[in-house]
T-cell receptor
Framework: DQQVKQNSPSLSVQEGRISILNCDYT??????FLWYKKYPAEGPTFLIS?????DKNEDGRFTVFLNKSAKHLSLHIVPSQPGDSAVYFC????????????FGKGTTLSVSS | NAGVMQNPRHLVRRRGQEARLRCSPM?????VYWYRQLPEEGLKFMVY????????ESGMPKERFSAEFPKEGPSILRIQQVVRGDSAAYFC??????????????FGPGTRLTVL
């Protein structure tokens, strides 16, 4: 049973518009969430994270929102750029540092110019 | 390049052969994780190691798979008697010593294993 779900396999957005990637989780014991970006034939690259004690974290064009009551988080990219086209993975960590990340299946974002 | 290094990047094996995947963590990182990504899937945790210790191997198949992280040298993921279902991308990640707050994991470029 998947504990971290990304229900949209793909998303297409025009350059300059907002991209919203969604992620749902089932385990209320998760205390840290992360977003990774992955290009073909490369490893995932860390983008942004959020602790469960917060509901928002912003870093430049990237903002992650956490709704604990709904067990839902989202990544907003504004404005979207063609270079943002990649696979985005949502990941969760159930305890403090040193334990495994649980990944969703990923959402492929395509940003057209 | 101070990033996580993995080699080989591509590995082709015939059924029944052994596969050895190597991972050198980032400088100063003492924690290594191995993940596997099957086609159309997310990354799945396999094993977590510190120097000379396996901390968590709950994601490792019980047979044919083993991992080590010796005092000197890279971490090794070893797959004996490979089968076609082992074909996947294997990613290594490292993180620095834990210090109370979360330490993100830095990933290598992966090894793509193909079993013929």
């Amino acid at each position: 049973d998947q504990q971290v779900k990304q229900n949209s396999p793909s998303l297409s957005v025009q350059e300059g518009r907002i991209s919203i990637l969604n992620c749902d989780y089932t385990n209320s014991m998760f205390d840290y969430f992360l977003w990774y970006k992955k290009y073909p034939a490369e490893g995932p690259t860390f983008l942004i994270s959020i602790s469960s004690i917060k509901d928002k974290n912003e870093d430049g064009r990237f903002t992650v929102f956490l709704n604990k009551s709904a067990k839902h988080l989202s990544l907003h990219i504004v404005p979207s750029q063609p270079g943002d086209s990649a696979v985005y993975f949502c990941a969760a960590n159930p305890r403090e540092a040193g334990t495994a990340l649980i990944f969703g299946k990923g959402t492929t974002l395509s940003v057209s110019s | 390049n101070a990033g996580v290094m993995q080699n080989p990047r591509h590995l082709v094996r015939r059924r029944g052969q052994e596969a050895r995947l190597r991972c050198s963590p980032m400088k100063g990182h003492s924690h290594v994780y191995w993940y596997r990504q099957l086609p159309e899937e997310g990354l799945k945790f396999m094993v977590y190691l510190q120097k000379e210790n396996i901390i968590d191997e709950s994601g490792m198949p019980k047979e044919r798979f083993s991992a080590e992280f010796p005092k000197e040298g890279p971490s090794i993921l070893r797959i004996q008697q490979v089968v076609r279902g082992d074909s996947a991308a294997y990613f290594c990640a490292s993180s620095p010593r834990t210090g109370g707050s979360y330490n993100e994991q830095f990933f290598g470029p992966g090894t793509r294993l193909t079993v013929l």
